[in-house]
């Protein structure tokens, strides 16, 4: 709440809606996200900023059965050639990515996405990725088509955590659906 106090919003609860994502105040975008003890939140005046996507999580490998449940293939194909971080960290950012662009893109679109919708290319040296959107789910849980194709986010880590956020403008949404993939 003290974010939104710099946006000059005072005394809101935020509350959640039912399908648990957060309410925001009018004309305000945001997302939030927690692990152990850590807790951040990321919010903008909506206009320029259409969309926000935060997610935040322990810096562990994930085992290979997970890795398969959240990575596509050639998300791990990519994953088992990046330097530096054993390949079930890269598999945990590449989880992180994908979770900060579901938070930007459903409040935005409406529409669902399974881990296996998205494929994430991440680009370490800039610490930045791309989030292509392959196909979405409608509310009902039939086929929808997309409105938004892809976003860039950022991500980062420590000893503790990996951190990825995603920011949605105005613009990228206005112009087709986000960045060119």
Known sequence: LHRLARLGIHDVPLRAAPDRSPLWPPGIVGSLSHCGDYCGVAVARQGPIAGLGLDVERARPLQDRVASMICTEAERARLAALP???PGLWAMMVFCAKESTYKCYYPV??????FHDVEIDLEPAARTFTARVLKARA???GPADPPIRALRGRFAWNDACVLAGVTLTAAELGAGGGPAA
């Open 84 to 86: 530096d971080l054993p």
């Open 109 to 114: 679109a409406r529409t669902f996405l399974d």
């Open 139 to 141: 509310p009902d849980g």
